[in-house]
């Protein structure tokens, strides 16, 4: 009876067991896989261990590792919207809906992507993810023409905002709204506080561009329509930002070429996206993740970036040691 009992008391704890062991097991293996670069089997590994994950953290970190590392769009959206759905209070929940809407911007589909933008722009208020939801919004509100909203959410910004750049494009994208409601006096005010207040950044050259398009005779001014090309234009710009902040697939890179500050250099990707978030609070530049193949595997490294001079380079320099955060030059594309 005895050894019926303890029989009994040795499945049951074997039963209790054996799907962690089995998840760590997992787990460990596709880890090791992640880092050798073989993505399928990468994939394969972490949905039987997202099957097998009882633990809510646990879960939560494998559904956003499927979503980043998916390749099929269709399954890369399926996993965020998962983890967006499943996690509403997770510390990545945020960096979830900004690259959600990255991808269904890529995919042009613009109403899904405002969707997301316009959810991220709700949460992230204090975060460095308000002001680029919100610009996105602006723009997406202007090729669906809706330049009323654009201007509601632009006017939000600018009490929130403060870098140069971001200034820049907000008054540029309310110049673009108001000429799109046919008030050219309003639009030239916008574009002349862009072009006067920040003439460094890149939106004054495309203020001045626009006005230039317009024909100024004392208070008359003369309308300039708005076309298919000045939309598409707008959207090539997004695009090419997003395409510099978000890196869709470790084995295509899509980070410009020039001159980083490296913050951090981790070989889980995990760790370098906690750095991230916990940097990102304090506001001091556009971070992105660097996947770096090497030999032994990927290391995920921290960057900011890139810097068009040494000036600006030296001041986020000054800035980051201020916020005790060190960090050094590093130079795209690495040499291997």
């Known amino acids: 009876m005895k050894r019926f009992r303890f029989c009994i008391l040795f499945l049951f704890f074997c039963t209790f067991l054996y799907p962690e062991e089995k998840l760590s097991e997992l787990l460990k293996k596709a880890t090791k896989l992640e880092k050798q670069g073989q993505m399928n089997e990468t994939l394969s590994i972490y949905k039987q261990a997202l099957e097998l994950s009882k633990e809510v953290h646990t879960s939560e970190w494998i559904t956003l590792k499927l979503a980043r590392l998916s390749?099929?769009?269709e399954q890369k959206i399926a996993f965020y919207n998962q983890f967006i759905s499943n996690f509403p209070d997770s510390q990545f929940i945020k960096l979830a809906y900004y690259e959600i809407a990255a991808v269904h911007?890529?995919?042009?589909?613009y109403a899904k992507a405002l969707d997301s933008y316009r959810n991220l722009l709700e949460i992230s208020y204090g975060t460095s993810y308000f002001a680029v939801s919100g610009l996105y919004c602006a723009a997406l509100y202007l090729n669906l023409k809706e330049p009323d909203k654009a201007i509601e959410v632009l006017h939000i910004l600018l009490e929130e905002i403060s870098t140069d750049e971001e200034l820049s494009k907000s008054y540029f994208l309310i110049g673009k709204a108001y000429l799109m409601k046919n008030q050219p006096e309003n639009a030239v005010q916008n574009f002349s506080i862009c072009t006067g207040t920040f003439p460094k950044t890149f939106y004054a050259k495309k203020a001045a561009e626009e006005l230039g398009k317009m024909n100024q005779s004392g208070k008359e001014l003369k309308m300039v329509s708005i076309d298919k090309n000045d939309n598409d234009n707008l959207l090539n710009?997004?695009?090419a930002d997003i395409k510099s902040s978000i890196n869709l697939n470790k084995e295509n890179n899509t980070l410009p070429e020039g001159f980083y500050l490296q913050l951090?250099?981790?070989?889980?990707?995990?760790?370098a996206l906690l750095q991230i978030e916990q940097i990102k609070a304090e506001k001091i530049g556009e971070l992105h993740i660097y996947p770096k193949k090497t030999s032994s595997g990927f290391f995920y490294k921290v960057i900011m970036g890139p810097f068009s001079d040494k000036d600006k380079m030296n001041d986020a320099l000054i800035t980051l040691k201020d916020c005790n955060i060190d960090a050094f030059l590093i130079e795209l594309p690495e040499e291997d």
């Not at 911007?105 to 589909?109: A, E, H, T, Y």
């Open 71 to 73: 390749t099929n769009v």
């Open 105 to 109: 911007f890529l995919l042009k589909d």
């Open 237 to 239: 710009a997004i695009e």
């Open 264 to 271: 951090g250099s981790y070989s889980e990707e995990k760790n």
